[in-house]
């Protein structure tokens, strides 16, 4: 087999794997563990394009590398099969969603099998099969179990709350619960019934129903998540977005916030990762304070519901400059504030506010707008009417959705002030002075300030926190821009929520959990995949589904995020019924050492996945806090996108298309100025800038019917380029299947570490793909003779035992050393080219010998399996995988030079060069310099003023 047949070897070797379950790790053995995982990835019906297996395959090198460094490797596939694009399909077409998903799965799993990575293929998991979302299940029951224990600092189950309740009522418990959950005693407890007792319990359970703010599709049919929102509209589909307040099940995220925090530091992840997870969760220390209200538009007689706004503000300091009070235009209050006069006014800016999502409004810094509700409240300090408005810059889900407006201390409240005409009421001297307070060490030059004047800071703030304790108008507090996370979503391709709801309590309904032995609750049967006529999502279309045959179903589905919150577990034991893995395999694994993903999931799956993984770990069931010890961000591969241009006005009306080729573009301004537009055209029809004109007609005959081309000199249409993101909509994408049947899995591999590093955003360029596809054949030539056309000689085979030269020996173990290095600090791409360093030079030291050649192949191996695979076995290395082998030993000594080439300089200029042995005397050195025929040619016959030898660098003669 001299020449090499790249789709022969790697389907061969592919069967190989898939038979022998080579990648598949040892349930017990005493070899270190290494968990090496990718992002779980959603299978869309477009299937892969080559940026999509970047990451892939960089954790699928370090895995490989880890199998021959001794360790025992967990590296798994699954897939994220629930999701609103199938679901949304479901809808146009009526088809299952189960049904699309399933040929999406078939084809993505050819495809990652086709790239050849070394996947464990028996322990695939999908969220959408219900043996795995049975455990998505009874994680929330456990959830709905559980209650968070500030005092012990972690998650514990109910019953441990209940008994506290039973013998001391609220009295020293300190819980994470619902702001309106009300204090008792122990008799007042015992004396309530069970439902009661029940009812609130609720309100401390760490998954529990409550009315929320959400980013409401019409179009959908469902509550999106803010990272599933861009500019006011869907991700998906485009559809607008409007705010709304809903009932829907929580999740206490709020609880864990200081461990998330904490948890950073903990963890090897990207610094700015970390940050943006810091920035998320927000902390802040300061304080709430009440406002009372003065005057209530609409408040009925008796009704305290409105008797005062609640803030929190870290700079409670400055309440003395306080001029106006701004509530999120979702504000429970806001319809009992409005005044008659202002209701349409309202009414209109709250419709308005709807349709932006809250990223949007966060974003929008510069904009100004509000409206005034016609209702004052009270300062507490100075007793100060102060105007309320509504603003769309305060979100209700933040803190407690209203904001004391400070003018003089800051510059939105300050931009607010100015628009509406509002007072600016200085409370400190100047800006400066704000820093200088805020810095605890400064003496105070508060004005207009009651009881702080001449305070520092720090004396302030406390002195005015004291004061609201005492009367019972505030409290220290520390508070989270992080919310709870909201856990439904109106739609039918998702998990079904364990819970049925009977008759009680004060709502006239209460949730329960099914009886675990009922899981899975599985999806049932509908008619459409759309909401009933009234409203309810989908699930209400089923008939007959209630439990036990006369409970009503929760109707809402699991979000995206359920699924992928724990599903590293599911494949230490995927085959387990009787829990979602076992405490032996737990123990083992442990957690990945390795997780490799994109940032776009900063503040939602890796988030998500962080609690999660806490509160088992409060539960017993996971002995780690941390779920990811190691985690990279790969850089996008972005599409080099191609395009033609028409002249415009050509191509409309019945008029000829006419296109003109990019070098002749500057001719036709020139000529008449005419001008142009660019059209994408795909990139699969162009070879090297040159457009395959027919293949272009073919594929849009919209545009280039009868169409005439001002072509280049050379008779080729040359098209126009530009980077941009790979997508389907400007027709940049590239098959990986295309290059793998043209060019090989292996060259693929190679071609996508080459480009950059991983972590760096980088433009694919088929046309660069060559110089690697011509390294694996010059790889290949090493080992095999090219032979003649159609020759079958079995002695084309050219690796012989000879010893290595030094030469040799050197070039090998210096690509050992680099290799080794870097990856271990995740540089793929300059392994890449040192293996092309290493091959160009053992060519020309034509070096055939196996005791080379056999760790070179080692070395390759985790980058290219495939021709490495067939190699190591043509070396005699049979049976088995080369993922069983031992990676290359580096040895130091190979790298000792025993000889300098030193540059002779006469006169400063170099001459010529001369090798010495390293130890050579320097005196020897001179001897053998002024020997040279070459020196006494530059030296004209005179005698040297000196002779300079600088040892390992330079020899100097000076005439």
């Not at 009925?300 to 706004?309: H, N, P, Q």
């Not at 594929?699 to 126009?720: H, M, N, Q, W």
Request: charged share 25%; proline share 5%; net charge negative.
């Amino acid at each position: 087999m001299a020449d090499y047949n790249h789709r022969e070897t790697e389907q061969k070797w592919q069967r190989f794997w898939d038979e022998n379950h080579t990648y598949k790790p040892a349930d017990t053995t005493d070899r270190p563990k290494y968990y090496v995982l990718d992002m779980f990835p959603y299978p869309s019906g477009a299937g892969l394009h080559v940026g999509h297996p970047l990451g892939y395959i960089a954790s699928d090198i370090v895995s490989r590398y880890k199998r021959l460094k001794g360790y025992n490797v967990l590296h798994p596939m699954g897939f994220d099969s629930f999701g609103l694009p199938a679901e949304q399909y479901a809808i146009q077409t009526g088809q299952h969603p189960a049904v699309t998903t399933e040929q999406n799965l078939t084809r993505y799993i050819e495809q990652l099998k086709n790239i050849g990575f070394s996947y464990d293929w028996t322990r695939e998991v999908r969220t959408s099969d219900p043996s795995y979302y049975k455990w998505t299940q009874w994680i929330f029951m456990e959830l709905f179990r559980s209650w968070y224990n500030k005092e012990t600092d972690k998650a514990e189950p109910i019953e441990t709350l209940l008994a506290k309740f039973a013998a001391n009522g609220t009295m020293g418990v300190q819980a994470v619960c619902d702001e309106n959950a009300l204090a008792f005693t122990a008799d007042e407890w015992n004396a309530m019934t069970e439902t009661e007792q029940y009812e609130m319990s609720l309100k401390y359970r760490l998954t529990f129903l409550a009315d929320a703010v959400v980013n409401w599709c019409p179009a959908l049919g469902t509550v999106l998540a803010n990272d599933e929102v861009k500019d006011g509209v869907s991700e998906r589909g485009g559809y607008p977005v409007e705010q709304k307040l809903m009932r829907q099940w929580m999740m206490r995220i709020t609880a864990y916030a200081d461990r998330l925090l904490i948890g950073l530091d903990t963890i090897d992840w990207t610094e700015s990762l970390k940050e943006q997870q810091r920035n998320w969760i927000g902390k802040s220390v300061g304080a709430s304070v009440k406002f009372p209200i003065a005057e209530v538009g609409k408040k009925a007689e008796g009704d305290t519901s409105a008797s005062f706004i609640e803030v929190f503000t870290t700079r409670v300091d400055t309440i003395y400059g306080v001029t106006f009070m701004v509530l999120a235009p979702e504000h429970e209050l806001v319809s009992k504030l409005t005044t008659p006069e202002q209701k349409d006014a309202v009414d209109a800016y709250v419709n308005a506010a709807k349709l932006r999502s809250e990223r949007d409004r966060m974003a929008d810094a510069k904009a100004i707008s509000g409206v005034f509700t016609g209702s004052y409240c009270v300062n507490p300090f100075n007793e100060e009417k102060v105007p309320i408005y509504l603003a769309d810059y305060v979100l209700a889900g933040y803190g407690t959705g209203a904001v004391m407006a400070v003018p003089s201390g800051d510059q939105r409240d300050w931009n607010f002030a100015k628009h509406f005409n509002l007072p600016i009421v200085p409370i400190l001297d100047s800006q400066k002075d704000v820093e200088e307070q805020a810095d605890n060490t400064k003496e105070g030059h508060y004005i207009n300030s009651g009881m702080i004047d001449g305070m520092t800071y720090k004396d302030a703030t406390a002195t005015l926190i004291a004061w609201l304790e005492e009367r019972g108008l505030g409290k220290g507090k520390v508070n989270y821009r992080m919310r709870d996370a909201v856990f439904s979503r109106q739609r039918y391709w998702g998990e079904p929520v364990p819970v049925y709801f009977k008759e009680g309590g004060s709502t006239g309904k209460l949730p329960y959990l099914i009886d675990e032995s009922d899981l899975p609750l599985e999806l049932p049967a509908v008619d459409k995949y759309l909401p009933t006529e009234t409203g309810e999502p989908p699930l209400g279309r089923a008939e007959d589904w209630k439990y036990k045959g006369k409970y009503e179903y929760e109707l809402s589905t699991m979000p995206g995020w359920a699924g992928s919150s724990w599903y590293w577990y599911r494949y230490m034991d995927p085959q387990n019924n009787a829990e979602f893995a076992s405490k032996e395999a737990i123990d083992y694994w442990q957690n990945v050492d390795l997780y490799i993903g994109g940032t776009e999931h900063a503040t939602g799956h890796l988030l998500y996945s962080r609690f999660w993984n806490k509160f088992l770990k409060d539960r017993g069931y996971v002995p780690q806090e941390e779920p990811f010890k190691k985690l990279i961000n790969q850089g996008m591969i972005q599409g080099v996108s191609n395009f033609v241009y028409r002249v415009k006005g050509t191509g409309v009306d019945g008029v000829i298309p006419e296109f003109v080729s990019f070098k002749k573009l500057l001719d036709l301004n020139e000529a008449d100025g005419k001008s142009v537009s660019a059209l994408h055209v795909d990139v699969n029809i162009v070879d090297n800038r040159i457009l395959d004109i027919e293949a272009f007609k073919a594929s849009r005959p919209d545009l280039a019917e009868g169409a005439k081309f001002i072509l280049e000199d050379d008779g080729t249409y040359i098209v126009g380029a530009e980077v941009e993101k790979m997508s389907k909509s400007k027709f940049n994408v590239v098959n990986p299947d295309m290059i793998v049947e043209k060019y090989g899995a292996d060259v693929l591999r190679l071609y996508e570490m080459f480009l950059g590093p991983l972590e760096q955003a980088k433009p694919w360029n088929t046309n660069g793909i060559d110089g690697v596809y011509r390294f694996i054949r010059k790889f290949w030539r090493l080992f095999y003779k090219d032979s003649a056309a159609g020759s079958s000689d079995a002695s084309q085979w050219i690796v012989t035992d000879e010893q290595p030269t030094p030469a040799e020996l050197k070039v090998l173990h210096k690509t050992i050393k680099k290799t080794e290095e870097d990856i271990e600090l995740y540089s793929f791409n300059t392994s890449v080219s040192s293996f092309m360093i290493c091959v160009n030079e053992l060519a020309t030291l034509n070096c055939h010998k196996r005791a080379v050649l056999q760790d070179l192949v080692l070395l390759l191996s985790p980058y290219a399996p495939h021709i490495t695979e067939e190699l190591w076995a043509a070396l005699g290395n049979v049976p088995g995988s080369i993922s069983s082998a031992e990676f290359p030993k580096f040895n130091p000594n190979y790298l000792v030079e025993d000889s300098f080439e030193y540059p002779i300089q006469i006169n400063g200029k170099v001459r010529t060069t001369i090798s010495f042995a390293i130890d050579r005397a320097p005196t020897e050195i001179e001897r053998e310099v002024l020997a040279d025929e070459i020196v006494q040619k530059w030296m004209e016959g005179k005698t040297p003023k000196k002779v300079v030898v600088v040892p390992k660098r330079i020899v100097n003669v000076v005439l």
